[in-house]
């Protein structure tokens, strides 16, 4: 496919070639702004400017670095520490405070609060990113033909999103959850994505919808291509920056949502090390040192941040309406 | 307008229906027999498992337990739980205290964050709204819960200056804090939507027509920038509401608040499936009666949505 000369943002139609400037016949300062164009240079597509755009803010990087952090330290957090989290702990190290080795201090249980947090993140990354994409799949799926195949499906399709929109995500966690016998984190992740999905599901619908109607579509279909093709190949692609963006700060609230479960007592069992876990059981002391809930939340807040940071940018990058000239 | 309303009630009517209807087989098809469980480790007696049974309805098809408990709702009789409450008294008892705490935090997360939202959008890249935004962040990233432990301590235990817990028939004083931990994040985010959206719109035409006729800048403010602002943020908040109350769950269980979350977790634990239902029920009725609003709020703000 010759790549779009004049990109445009999903949900907008591209500007025809020759109307977007109006130069007036005398006006010899408006042709110097389209001599000054390089013309050598092959066009920029959408995505690779949307990256420029992104590389010059000092917010992403600062948001890639806790990302990047995050992510290793939840891969391989026996390179942060080699104290076990479970295993070494002992009752008369109960509520102690910082040793040499041990930065954090203990906590109730007389484990090491610095390992903890370390092999916290693993339950957080892993609960965010396996209900980011499942609510990314599902939501798309479901959207996108509603939006595209339009009619029956549509109706029945939005109708469904309404029901599922209707029930508040907690709520429903917390009634599936009590249920649930064998809690994992995907358990976890698939009981927050199958209450979650509704709203990709309607961002998806309304940016295809707008999308569908765009010339190269029409130009994709009197080539011959199928429906199905047009879909994936053409629509899907060009509906994918709000998608992207919403799936950025999902993942920070997904985060959230587990620990909320895991607090309730109703998220990851308490053989599983998770922030929720922790903060729910430094809760029990808060009177005595209240600082013990400051490590897994810290962890929490700082995973969170790091990704809603990514989505503010990624949101700026991929929306030129809110680009600064 | 009224043929429009006649249109969005008979929206309403299968979200209703399949939100109760998805609720019902989630509570009643899990595993378990909370009437045997009745018992205890010795079990009751088949003869008395039956009655109770049959009492309960819990002999019946599944899809007609659903009905019974429709007719229930729309006569308002929703029966009693295994303890011989009246399940409608059990609900009077819980939704009035999270009603009102998910009111004031509704107020608070509006009245703030569209001020604060206005005034850095105003500005947009100045000082204030750099540190409101980043401020906004840190919100939003700490989890509802630590922000509602910190707040205890730090305002409740240390300083003194609110009630720690809010105990049985609280004031509006001793609700004021579980209130503003309850809001803190929506207020967040409806600080970052007012933001964007003032900072949109103070660039559209009609506010430069505005300004070109000479209107005063509080006029071109309040009439034309707010208003067409706070579409989106009314949107928000007419869905919040809902969230709020089923939100409220945490914050009720830090402030001891005897609201709807702890009534509804105590019926969870015990296997007291029909006030379960009964109390999701109206929180999804309370959801969708909040949307329904929201979109005939919109014809006030937008001039150019009309329901004719």
């Excluded at chain 1, 959408?46 to 000092?58: D, I, K, L």
């Excluded at chain 1, 064998?182 to 994505?193: E, H, I, K, Y």
């Excluded at chain 1, 920056?241 to 950025?248: H, K, Q, S, W």
């Excluded at chain 2, 830090?254 to 109390?279: C, H, K, P, Q, W």
Aim: net charge neutral; proline share 5%; hydrophobic share 50%.
């Amino acid at each position: 496919m010759p790549e779009n000369r004049y990109p445009s943002t999903p949900g907008q139609p591209a500007p025809r070639t020759g109307q977007e400037h109006y130069t007036a016949p005398f006006d010899e300062g408006g042709l110097g702004a389209v001599d000054a164009v390089e013309t050598t240079e092959a066009p920029r597509s959408f995505w690779r400017e949307s990256w420029r755009e992104m590389r010059s803010r000092a917010m992403f990087w600062v948001a890639a670095a806790i990302i990047v952090l995050v992510l290793v330290v939840a891969a391989f957090p026996g390179l942060f520490t080699s104290v076990h989290p479970r295993l070494d702990c002992s009752l008369s190290l109960s509520l102690d405070g910082p040793t040499a080795g041990h930065p954090f201090g203990f906590d109730f249980q007389g484990c090491d609060i610095y390992a903890r947090t370390v092999y916290g993140a693993r339950a957080s990354v892993l609960v965010g990113v396996m209900a980011t994409a499942m609510v990314i799949v599902l939501g798309t799926a479901i959207g996108a033909i509603a939006g595209y195949y339009g009619g029956w499906f549509d109706t029945i399709l939005s109708r469904i999103t309404d029901i599922f929109f209707a029930i508040p995500l907690v709520l429903a966690a917390i009634v599936i959850m009590s249920i649930t016998a064998n809690r994992t984190s995907f358990t976890v992740a698939f009981v927050l994505a199958l209450f979650g999905w509704t709203s990709i599901a309607r961002i998806t619908r309304g940016t295809v919808l707008s999308v569908k109607n765009n010339e190269f579509v029409t130009a994709a279909r009197a080539l011959g291509m199928g429906r199905g093709a047009i879909l994936l190949k053409h629509v899907l692609p060009n509906s994918a920056a709000p998608i992207i963006v919403y799936a950025t700060v999902a993942l920070g609230t997904f985060i959230v949502a587990e620990a909320t479960l895991s607090f309730l007592g109703i998220g990851l069992p308490p053989s599983v090390v998770s922030w929720g876990g922790d903060i729910s059981t430094a809760q029990r002391a808060i009177r005595i040192s209240p600082e013990i809930m400051l490590y897994p939340a810290g962890g929490l807040a700082l995973t969170v941040l790091g990704f809603i940071m990514m989505g503010d940018v990624v949101r700026d990058a991929l929306d030129p309406k809110a680009r600064k000239r | 307008m009224l043929w429009y309303l006649g249109r969005r009630l008979l929206q309403v009517i299968p979200v209703f229906l399949g939100a109760t209807l998805l609720l019902y087989a989630l509570v009643f098809l899990r595993p378990g027999d909370p009437v045997n469980a009745l018992g205890g480790e010795r079990g009751l007696p088949e003869a008395v498992q039956d009655e109770i049974r049959a009492r309960y309805n819990l002999d019946q098809p599944f899809l007609v337990q659903y009905l019974l408990f429709l007719r229930g709702v729309f006569t308002l009789d929703f029966g009693v739980d295994f303890r011989g409450r009246e399940i409608l008294d059990v609900m009077a008892g819980a939704f009035p205290v999270t009603f009102q705490l998910a009111l004031m935090a509704l107020a608070i997360e509006a009245i703030f964050g569209v001020g604060f939202g206005l005034v850095a959008g105003m500005r947009k890249g100045g000082w204030f709204d750099g540190s409101v935004l980043v401020m906004s962040l840190f919100v939003i990233a700490v989890p509802t819960f630590v922000i509602g432990f910190v707040a205890q301590l730090g305002l409740g235990v240390r300083l003194g200056w609110f009630p720690v817990t809010a105990g049985r028939d609280p004031d509006f004083y001793s609700l004021l804090m579980p209130a503003i931990v309850l809001g803190a994040v929506s207020f967040a985010y409806v600080l970052r939507l007012t933001r964007t959206s003032v900072a949109e719109n103070l660039s559209a035409d009609y506010v430069r027509t505005a300004r070109a006729k000479g209107l005063q800048r509080s006029q071109v403010t309040g009439r034309h920038v707010l208003r067409n602002s706070l579409i989106p943020v009314v949107t928000f908040l007419g869905a919040d509401l809902g969230n709020l109350m089923a939100g409220a769950i945490v914050t009720e269980g830090i402030f001891n608040i005897n609201g709807v979350g702890g009534t509804l977790y105590d019926a969870i634990v015990r296997g007291e499936n029909v006030t379960v239902v009964s109390l999701t029920t109206v929180l999804v009725l309370v959801y969708i009666a909040a949307n329904l609003l929201v979109d005939l709020l919109y014809a006030a703000l937008d001039p150019r949505i009309r329901y004719a």
